[in-house]
Structures are given as C-alpha cells and as structure tokens.
C-alpha cells in the first residue's frame, strides 16, 4: 500500500514511516518541520514539505500521486501538537493546529477519494478517570486542552466517516518511549518531558539528577503507576491498523499501551541496574493520577498484536540513542 504520513518527520511518525518500509510499504511524508526533522525521514521514504493547516499542500500531494498511477491509499496523522502545560498556556494554538489541521487534511482527503485515515490520538483524552485500566468505552472526560482536542479530532473523524464512508484506525496511547533497534531515530528534543528520557539524561550526566514526584499514593510502592510502551512497538500497530482498514474496509477505534503498569520507581529501579542514576523525592505534582494502565484487549483481539519489547529493552534502547547524540 502507498501510505501519506503526515508529521513523519516527528518521534512517532519517523518511528511508523520505518515500520512502514519495513514491512514493504510505500510512504509519503509531509511536514512542516515544526518539531520535526528530515534526518529523521527514512532515505526510502518521499519527503514533501509541507503544513496541514493548508489544504493546498495535501491535495497537491495527493494529485501528484494519482498521476504516477499509483494513488494514496491510507493517510496516518501524527501532527498534533502534544505538551500538557503548553496546551494550558495556549490553547488556542492547539485547536488550531490540532483540530483545525485535522479538518482540513480530512477535506483534501474526501475531496480526492481517499478512503483510509490513521489518527494518533492519546489516554488523556480519559482525563483522570475513576478506574485505573481504561477501556475504549470508559468516560472521556479530558482535563487539559491536548486532550479536549484529541477528542474532539476523535470525533470529527467519526462524524466524516458516517458521512463520506471513511474507515478510520484511531489509536489511543499511553506511555511511549524507547528508540529503534538502528538507533538512526529516537526521541531527539531540547526540552524532554518524559519520564524514560529524563532518567537517561540523568544516567548520562546530562541531568544532575531525577526528581521523582511524590511518593505517597495508594500504589504499589507510593510512586504513580504508568502504562509503557516501547515505540517500535506502537510504530508496528500502526502499521497492522493500517492493514486492517485498507483490506477489511471497517473501523477501529483502540486502546495502545503494554497493558501492564510500571511505577516510577520500578522504572527508575530497573534504570539503576544498569546505570547510576541519582535521583530525589519531590512534592506531587498537581493532576497526576495515581494509576493509569491500558485495557488492550481490544487491539490484541482484532489486530493480533502484542507489545514484543519490555521496560528494560526501552530504557536500554534510549539509552543507547541519547548515547550515540552525544
């Protein structure tokens, strides 16, 4: 299949477009660079710069593709924009690079006749919910603009395809991390957020050290419990959604996540078996639930997949990654 991978030059799309080569598909790669980069983009893969917000940049696109004889099949989105506390202090630019961005790259693709959208989307559209494992029919209550947009993205599609008889794969994810086994791609920013990232720097000297955010909650241990998944991982579902709508002509909507919790400290204990990591307990951080772990029943039963890599095999892999960066 002939994929366009809007925001491929980012963590999870770059990690999807690979995936994607991997298993012998064709990719297309449009974006704007944003937070992006084209060393990210594998040689294999057409680059096109381009934005999402201009409906222009996807339909020449499309229409250069058609002319080769050789259409767009499925087109995956990975452009959204995806920091919490940025999303606070602005929301309206996440509505208008999420939401709006998605309305109009749905548009082009209606427009052109094209069937098949994969959209990443995020657990925070759960918000803090009432029970720890989150089930694909559980409450969607987000408590911060990323998450409001995710899901008002959700269900823009969804409202599209009962209108123009779209199949969408929309994927909902939880912790990601990890970098591929090439080590050519990984989580490469200036300012990291991420748990698995942080503690590496930390391994690294990069960091002084972890901060672990309050160690007095109803968990195993008094830290946060959090569902991991190593981004290859995550990057093959993808590729199997894709799969799926484009030859079975149905819908999916899914949890992502391992469908196992880690808590801080059991990462941060795994990290230190390799590594020295010096770290420090810290007052809670406001919002932060105490257990949020994915049911990931439904993908494994439709789709087959199972996360084949565990916590050490992430911490090891981006580890690995932020090494060869220097």
């Known amino acids: 299949m002939k994929v366009l991978v809007v925001g491929g030059a980012?963590?999870?799309?770059s990690h999807t477009t690979y995936e994607l080569v991997r298993a012998g598909h064709e990719v297309v790669v449009l974006d704007n660079l944003f937070s992006g980069s084209t060393k990210s983009i594998h040689p294999k893969a057409k680059f096109v710069w381009g934005d999402i917000r201009r409906k222009s940049d996807i339909t020449r696109i499309l229409a250069e593709e058609a002319?080769?004889?050789?259409?767009i099949e499925v087109a995956m989105h990975f452009a959204a924009r995806l920091i919490v506390p940025e999303s606070m202090a602005k929301p309206l630019d996440y509505y208008e690079n999420n939401v709006e961005g998605l309305r109009?790259?749905?548009?082009?693709l209606i427009e052109n006749n094209i069937k098949n959208v994969v959209f990443s989307s995020t657990a925070a559209v759960y918000g803090d919910p009432a029970i720890p494992e989150c089930s694909e029919d559980d409450a969607t209550i987000p408590i911060n603009p990323y998450g409001e947009t995710k899901l008002a993205c959700e269900n823009m599609i969804k409202w599209a395809a009962q209108?123009?008889?779209?199949?969408?794969?929309?994927?909902?994810?939880?912790?990601?991390?990890?970098?591929?086994?090439?080590?050519?791609?990984?989580l490469d920013k200036d300012q990291l957020t991420h748990l698995v990232p942080l503690i590496m720097q930390t391994a690294l000297g990069i960091r002084d050290k972890f901060y672990v955010f309050g160690d007095d909650y109803d968990t195993i241990d008094g830290t946060c419990v959090r569902d991991f998944i190593h981004v290859t991982d995550l990057a093959q579902a993808h590729v199997l959604g894709a799969e799926y709508i484009?030859?079975?002509?149905?819908?999916?909507l899914a949890n992502l996540g391992s469908g196992s919790g880690y808590s801080v400290k059991q990462v941060l204990d795994t990290a230190r078996e390799l590594f020295e990591v010096p770290y420090e307990i810290s007052p809670r951080r406001p919002g932060d639930p105490a257990k949020l772990i994915a049911d990931t029943s439904r993908i494994k039963s439709i789709l087959g997949w199972e996360p084949?890599?565990?916590?050490?095999?992430?911490?090891?892999?981006?580890y690995e990654f932020r090494k060869k960066l220097g």
Not at 308 to 315: C, E, G
């Open 163 to 186: 209108a123009h008889d779209l199949n969408y794969c929309i994927l909902r994810y939880f912790n990601v991390a990890g970098a591929d086994s090439s080590l050519e791609i990984g």
């Open 104 to 108: 109009v790259m749905l548009e082009a």
């Open 308 to 318: 084949k890599l565990d916590i050490k095999a992430i911490i090891k892999s981006d």
């Open 10 to 13: 980012g963590y999870i799309g």
């Open 246 to 252: 484009l030859s079975k002509g149905e819908s999916l």
């Open 67 to 71: 002319q080769s004889g050789h259409p």
